[in-house]
T-cell receptor
């Protein structure tokens, strides 16, 4: 059974601060997705990382995939109240197969950014 | 069109009622999913359809009955539910392409309350 350990579980910070969320596993993933979910809504796909060592930037968000493709991080610079939400990492283990099937989700990080 | 739609947005039902949840996507995706999500937890996979055929059933109780009438539509029929089935039910879709990655696009969900 593959597991994704996501930390921290809760994060409460002031506007303007920086933060990092981590997802770690002992398993190799062929791709890893990051989602953001607001209360009462569905998760929204932020990014997919697929290559070991890959770094992707989305405005103030920076995503990294570990060299061994077992871990990933999400860094937010100068957090804003609009960044508040549940952040989920999800990994796909099916290397070289088709693009559908079960994702392994982390437990989520609930981020609150106070004005 | 990059949207997954779900109806209804909210549903309240008694334990003896029969109701259905509906999901629609027009992205040409041939994999569709049902998830159950409790508050502040990651989504839990229930069913996966690929090319309108059920490919994964995560040992879901028979009071949940999925149906995929065509490549754009996914239904979840509910009967004799229990109060503990109250949750946010999410639909998602993804491509089915060799070599692609499991990027799932979620709908906004149906908030179900069982009385």
């Amino acid at each position: 059974t593959q597991l994704l350990e996501q930390s921290p579980q809760f994060l409460s910070i002031q506007e303007g601060e920086n933060l990092t969320v981590y997802c770690n596993s002992s398993s190799v993933f062929s791709s890893l997705q990051w989602y953001r979910q607001e209360p009462g809504e569905g998760p929204v796909l932020l990014v997919t990382v697929v290559t070991g060592g890959e770094v992707k930037k989305l405005k103030r968000l920076t995503f990294q995939f570990g060299d061994a493709r077992k871990d990933s991080s999400l860094h937010i610079t100068a957090a804003q109240p609009g960044d508040t939400g549940l952040y989920l990492c999800a990994g796909e283990a099916n290397a070289g197969g088709t693009s559908y099937g079960k994702l392994t989700f982390g437990q989520g990080t609930i981020l609150t950014v106070h004005p | 069109d990059t949207e997954v739609t779900q109806t209804p947005k909210h549903l309240v039902m008694g334990m003896t009622n029969k109701k259905s949840l509906k999901c629609e996507q027009h992205m040409g995706h041939r994999a569709m999913y049902w998830y159950k999500q409790k508050a502040k937890k990651p989504p839990e996979l229930m069913f996966v359809y690929s090319y309108e055929k059920l490919s994964i059933n995560e040992s879901v109780p028979s009071r949940f009955s999925p149906e995929c009438p065509n490549s754009s539509l996914l239904n979840l029929h509910l009967h004799a539910l229990q109060p503990e089935d109250s949750a946010l039910y999410l639909c998602a879709s993804s491509q089915v392409l060799a070599g692609a990655y499991n990027e799932q696009f979620f709908g906004p969900g149906t908030r179900l309350t069982v009385l």
